[in-house]
């Protein structure tokens, strides 16, 4: 959002490209976007994580893509190998093998869905709580919409700062995409203590994920380098972080950014005001996952097919596919 001036734009864009490149991630503001939209959908979401039994909204046959995802469900991948060469500070404190993850989630589908597709279980209708929430498809809907137009926005200035082809190179590529809207929830009453593992290592599966500040900190970020860094995002911010399916479509030249969710001497802190103050204990995260249109081919694009032959043509429902089974959210019999 840089008016008329074209070569402030492009300085912009340049800006978006070099710190997708060397950080895997991007903080923006978008004018758009309020810290009160973030706090009532927080607000929202607090009280459904307190209030939900983890079971009357789940959807496990449709491998948990839409609806809530209760605790010790998901599972990062295994990267053992890759924690294994990390040392000192840069090593995460994530276990190996991978646990199950101690947090909740919930999946809202955002965005028109494809008249026709090959992978109709990524693109089921939303999951709407029975009662409780009279505000719940305004809020999902206001939150999602935001979160949405926000990286078509950053994916269109990644474009143009990669000096592709067309400034569409990206977005056509979303457009009907399965975007989630997909807020985590970690009950810090009961898992908050020091060193807990709330999100263990891993990288996003989909093309750019998109979140506002969370309540609490705790959220670590590697770099392409393999330095790990502690995440702050001002007030009125977004943090973007680049996900498996950018990895794919730049042939590397973006890594899918590695990250865990850590309670930390800084959230012991948040956790103590806040039960001082008979706030809620949940760490809820205003997170949406930004899609390639699962019909869509993930191959490198230009100027980045130098390195093709490692980034082999897929289906980007045939990538998720893959990943979630590798998560453990598709328990299906697996298939190429």
Request: net charge negative.
């Amino acid at each position: 959002f840089c008016g008329t001036d074209e070569a402030q734009y492009m300085a912009e864009c340049e800006k978006v490209a070099q710190c997708l490149h060397q950080y895997g991630l991007v903080i923006l503001r978008d004018p758009r976007v309020s810290e009160a939209n973030n706090n009532t959908f927080l607000d929202m979401m607090e009280r459904y994580f307190e209030s939900s039994d983890g079971v009357t909204d789940a959807r496990p046959h449709y491998h948990y893509q839409v609806g809530v995802t209760p605790s010790h469900v998901e599972k990062a991948r295994d990267h053992c190998s890759k924690m294994g060469v990390m040392n000192g500070d840069n090593k995460p404190l994530s276990p190996c093998p991978p646990e199950f993850d101690a947090k909740w989630r919930f999946f809202w589908r955002t965005g028109p869905v494809p008249s026709q597709t090959e992978f109709p279980v990524q693109n089921m209708d939303p999951v709407i709580p029975a009662e409780g929430f009279p505000e719940w498809i305004e809020v999902m809907n206001m939150w999602g919409g935001k979160m949405t137009d926000a990286v078509f926005t950053l994916a269109e200035m990644a474009a143009v700062g990669f000096k592709m082809p067309s400034k569409d190179a990206f977005t056509s590529r979303m457009l009907f995409g399965p975007h989630l809207l997909a807020p985590t929830g970690s009950d810090l009453s009961k898992h908050g203590s020091l060193g807990t593992i709330l999100a263990g290592f891993h990288y996003d599966l989909n093309f750019m994920t998109i979140h506002g500040k969370s309540r609490f900190p705790g959220l670590y970020v590697w770099s392409r380098e393999g330095r790990k860094n502690s995440v702050y995002i001002p007030d009125g911010c977004l943090l973007v972080q680049a996900g498996k399916q950018l990895e794919y479509l730049t042939g590397g030249h973006v890594l899918a950014g590695f990250h865990e969710v850590v309670v930390n001497e800084a959230t012991e802190k948040v956790i103590t005001s806040r039960r001082a103050s008979g706030q809620s204990l949940w760490r809820v995260s205003s997170t949406c996952f930004g899609h390639i249109q699962s019909d869509q081919l993930l191959q490198p694009l230009a100027p980045f097919e130098a390195n093709a032959e490692l980034f082999p043509p897929i289906k980007a429902g045939h990538q998720v596919q893959n990943e979630l089974k590798a998560i453990s959210l598709d328990r299906s019999e697996s298939k190429s």
